[in-house]
């Protein structure tokens, strides 16, 4: 059985679930504080942990013993239990969690399916894995409405392998969602000390517990970070990797200087007074994601990098827009920019790209001499359930980046024709610093050269109108006859 097998196993007990008025938006959530007492039980029973995190009450064996009423019972007594644990990651993780099953029997069947399936094919990948992948389909299902908080796995995966994140390196995402950024680089160093194995035992604790940080807004979302990062082997602190609070906030600018930020940061302009309230970011903006770029910029360290996924807008914004972005190529090496397709993630019409920089300094000015920009939006395939984003997507990307993190690679402009393309810090000061730069044309996309002047436009359309109008008086005056 394949793990995309039992991920649509997992997926298929929403239909048990729906019968007890639990929706999409509630069934992951709703799902996963029962499949992760069965993960822990099954990281437990095949030694990847070295004991059970869990008290005698919470574990699968006292669960799956129990049927009925005393089941259900039991159940509600043991989320209530597990929220007020002495331990402050389980504490963080079934804070305020309680069941909306109120049918013993639908709790029963979830129980009895989740033990028929065999857990020896999916540890063999890794139950981590297979947490992220049934949050990945929550996230591709439009019912749910998940997507908002979820970034494609191959578009961070390609992330990761260009910034190339090192052991020892502090890693921060603020804004986490369900942390898939933070486990693709403890991924990423994995893969690369023989998963862990070659560092020392003050290392591997450093990797555990103090080498990734996160922060989430939203409740529900951060107790799926939490179980994530922990079935992946990442404990973080006392309140776990990813901490809950508003990174535009107070809580935000209280977060460390790291070595490394890779994020997605939500889209949209903060309305109702629901605005960034730092004081200590330099330009004042209800825009979150030109807040959350400041944010980026102010904590990384100094020779620090970072990627960070924007929608057009920024690169284009007048006004407090131009003033982040020159803030940004002063303290900043901005040497990449990747155009991605549309339709990836959020909305089908939102436009994203991927900002590669490194930080010179706080204090540092003209730390941009040029950019480099790969467009891969323009004749890109029409993503979705058909054609999904692969990671070979981004394979041409990658070689044109270069092996070098910081962009320092030996590249080649491939001129107007190619998708690969340098600008100097004089071609985009000449663009009044707007970095929303294209040259390819896209053929599957309607030429707006090729559409008249509005004015032109605009007379044709009220032609047609009085045209419509004289026959329909027409008519009128013959049904008068």
Known sequence: MTQNDIVQKLWNLCDVLRDDGINYSDYVTELVLLLFIKMEHENTASGLLSGHRLPDHARWTTLSALSGVNLLNHYRETLLKLS?????????????AQTRLTEARHLEQVIRSLDAIDWFSAAKDGLGDL???????????TKSGAGQYFTPRPLIDSIVALIQPQPGETIQDPAAGTAGFLIAA??????????????????????????????ELVSGTRRLALMNCLLHGMEGDDEGVVHLGNT????????????????????????GGGGPTR???TYATSNKQLAFLQHIVRHLKDEGRAAVVLPDNVLFEAGVGADVRRDLMDKCRLHTILRLPTGIFYAQGVKTNVLFFQKIS???TGSTDEVWIYDLRANAPKFGKRTPLTRAHFADFETAFGEDCNGMSQRTDQGETGRWRCFTRDDIRARADSLDISWLKDDSAEDAADLPEPAVLAREIAEELNGALEELEGLLGELAE
Not at 131 to 141: H, P, T
């Open 279 to 281: 004081d200590d970011l």
């Open 248 to 271: 535009l906030g107070s809580a935000g600018s209280t977060l460390p200087r790291s070595d490394i930020i890779l994020s997605n940061p939500p889209f949209g302009t903060a309305k």
């Open 362 to 364: 706080q204090a540092a």
């Open 131 to 141: 947490y992220e992948g049934l949050l990945e389909k929550n996230a591709s299902e």
């Open 186 to 215: 403890d991924a990423f160093i994995r893969q690369h000390t023989d998963d862990l194995y070659d560092l020392s035992e003050a290392q591997r604790r450093f990797q555990r517990n103090r080498a990734f940080m996160g922060m």
């Open 84 to 96: 007020r644990s002495d331990d402050p990651l389980i504490a963080a993780i079934y804070a305020d």
